[in-house]
């Protein structure tokens, strides 16, 4: 315990330092090393490749869920994609020494606030190697060091990945160690990341809700929370029921696994008997499991939901249903139920739009669309680390943005306060 | 305990509630609400000041520092200087609403961002009762909630204020519940607040170092640190010296318990010979204790700093002085010392002061005046909630802004993601 701590400390503390160098590092220098990583992945991907087929033989053999496996396997193809990404970040705009505020004092004084980048950002992620090359890469483009703690089953793939981008920062102008990445697999030492307040500025995790909440509870850097999702989507009793019926089963089922897709629909009562029939069967034909109310049970035979599966982000084709007296009352649920991630109404009604809009405290508020577009690549941002569902900095897709802080710089020729 | 836990748990959760009347209340209501508030006040002062009399009465029989009760006594004055602070408050700009994003993506998604409150503000302070007024009007401007914990000193005095602007909220269209004062004692209280996630958005502490970094160690509520001050001067050898003086007395003594004094003055080695006996003597003739590194000894009779001194905020009137080399070795003792709130440089060298302001990694950054300007007032934002030295949401003087977060609208008309 001691060693890692000192270990990880020692890691953290040299980011700390080469964030001081990369602070004043320029765009194209950054672009020009970012490029550089990206030729580097394809040109040494028989490395990568070999030791990620012994790290998916190995996870094999310990029966992990084929799904996780599906995760760690890399290929020339999914190579090819880490590069492409990173060539896609080098075409976003510099998010740094952006000037957001300006103001002459009547003493004189000129004050500027200025982007800046964070420093160190850590990031705590599981077995997806290609989070790695991602996360270097939004760091690099925003000016930050980075201290990276992947999932144990990827370790020496994502250790390569770093080698490698590690080799190509060096030869282009940016400090090897920017990029820290902590390869011990004991699980404490994500407790001892999360402590190094001063030394790590930030820190995101990005994984399931067990990663998440270890995170919170135990940081002491400021954290970043991303990715619950328990999304809904209203349908009023004005709606247009065939978009309705389209939006829905786009949310439920385009990809169930992922924080923004649907998990409980709610139907106005003066269309429950027409409309549920026909959303229950277009959702069905596209083998959803329905949980329903008492209400909805009446109209449609289903399963019954319990008051579990209101909270509940099933990542999965099952959807929780309710019938609602009116907006009001939908508002209400989800209010009370929804993890403040992508909620939707589909209506006609434009107030009851502009109700819903400004009343559901979410990141995101959706008016007759489906809660799938909550997504850094759909908002137009070109990158996204992540979709924060904390209110502190970032609400949403972050982008680039997310990923700076800022600075007053304040320009004076001798005043003194009074 | 288990009683405690209940009571705080169930006032945060029923500001919960009332934050989401006060999310769609008018900012006319809420000015109109904040003018009763502070006639409120003044009308009802007696009653504050029967209160406060018996509390003042108590600190002193407890042998409470003087400091202590000069902060805890109200006076009719003060009590006239808290309810201007609020009409102040009214005259500011609404926070809320703003747009401050706005597209349209080729699929026709109108997507729009804009400033709502964060929900419900914990604020955890210590005992001057002025906050209790201050922290309610910043909040309710705002559109928030709030949870207060004042001092235990001043905690009957506080209760009084609070439930005098409760009322006055009340009969103004804000719910009373809105403002949550939380008047147990057990200090347990405020480890219970930092845990009530997703009933509390943000907490703010205002106060000592040993209140901040209590909430920071037990939060899970995202946190924005406020407070420690370990300020620098760096005077570079091209420096106009009478103005350099003239700055350095101002930022050293002009209110030396506050967070954006300075606490160490860096002297280019060039000019130190001929600089440090005037500056010396100009800041002991206001009574400062100078504490010197070897160099500086050699040149002015004074004590010898230790290395806990680079990292002291005296609050006093103490100074630690050292010789550097050159503005390089000036940002590098910063960076390593500063607690990155406000740090100065006093130069006629452009090259110098564009590399300061770059390098040197503080919430505020000043070329040729006084870091005793870190300040919303000073600032111009009308208001000032703390100094953030956190890098996360706000940094620096927060105004209104600091207390609002964003959230995304999007309009559609029936788009799925494909």
Redesign the interface.
């Known amino acids: 315990m001691l060693f890692m701590k000192e270990h990880v400390t020692k890691q953290a503390r040299r980011a700390k330092e080469a964030s001081?160098q990369l602070?004043?590092v320029s765009i194209e220098v950054r672009n020009t090393a970012l490029l550089a990583m990206a030729d580097a992945l394809e040109a040494r991907q028989e490395e990568i490749l070999e030791i990620n087929a012994k790290e998916v033989a190995a996870a094999k053999e310990k029966n992990t869920r084929r799904n996780m496996i599906d995760r760690l396997i890399l290929t020339p193809q999914r190579i090819k994609g880490m590069a492409d990404g990173i060539r896609q970040v080098v075409t976003l705009e510099d998010p740094i020494g952006k000037l957001d505020f300006e103001?002459v004092?009547p003493n004189g004084?000129k004050?500027r606030r200025v982007r800046v980048p964070?420093?160190v950002i850590g990031i705590i992620y599981e077995a997806r190697p290609n989070v790695t090359a991602d996360a270097i890469a939004l760091c690099i483009k925003s000016g930050n060091a980075c201290v990276l703690r992947g999932g144990s089953e990827a370790v020496r793939t994502n250790k390569k990945i770093v080698d490698i981008m590690k080799d190509a920062a060096a030869a282009n102008g940016i400090p090897s160690t920017a990029i820290e990445f902590i390869g011990i697999l004991d699980r404490d030492a994500v407790v001892v990341m999360c402590r190094l307040?001063k030394l790590i500025?930030?820190i995101i995790p990005r994984g399931g809700a067990g990663l998440i909440s270890r995170v919170?509870?135990h940081s002491?850097v400021?954290?970043?929370e991303t990715g619950t999702g328990v999304c809904h989507t209203f349908v009023d009793k004005t709606a247009?029921q065939d978009?309705a019926i389209?939006?829905c089963?786009?949310?439920k089922t385009?990809r169930p696994s992922v924080c923004n897709a649907m998990e409980t629909l709610l139907i106005h009562k003066d269309i429950a008997e027409e409309f549920l029939p026909k959303v229950a069967a277009a959702l069905i034909e596209k083998n959803v499991e329905l949980r329903g109310d008492e209400a909805c049970r009446k109209i449609f035979d289903m399963n019954a939901a319990n008051d579990d599966d209101w909270a509940t982000e099933y990542n999965d084709l099952i959807l929780s249903v309710k019938i609602v007296d009116d907006v009001d009352a939908a508002i209400e649920h989800i209010?009370k139920y929804s993890s403040e991630h992508s909620d939707a109404i589909i209506t006609r009604d434009a107030d009851n739009?502009a109700k819903f809009?400004?009343?559901i405290?979410?990141?995101?508020?959706?008016?007759?669309?489906?809660t799938?577009?909550?997504d850094g690549f759909?908002?137009?941002f070109g990158a996204e680390i992540g979709i924060s569902t904390?209110?502190?900095?970032a609400?949403?897709?972050m982008g680039l943005e997310a990923l700076t802080?800022?600075?007053?710089?304040?320009?004076?020729?001798?005043?003194?306060?009074?």
């Open positions: 001081r602070a004043c103001v004092r004084l004050i964070f420093g307040r500025d930030v919170i509870e002491t400021p954290v970043i247009d978009m389209k939006i089963v786009n949310a385009s209010n739009a809009e400004q009343r405290d979410s990141a995101a508020v959706y008016v007759n669309t489906s799938r577009f909550t759909e908002f137009g904390q209110k502190l900095h609400r949403g897709p802080t800022m600075k007053y710089l304040i320009d004076g020729d001798g005043q003194v306060r009074g």
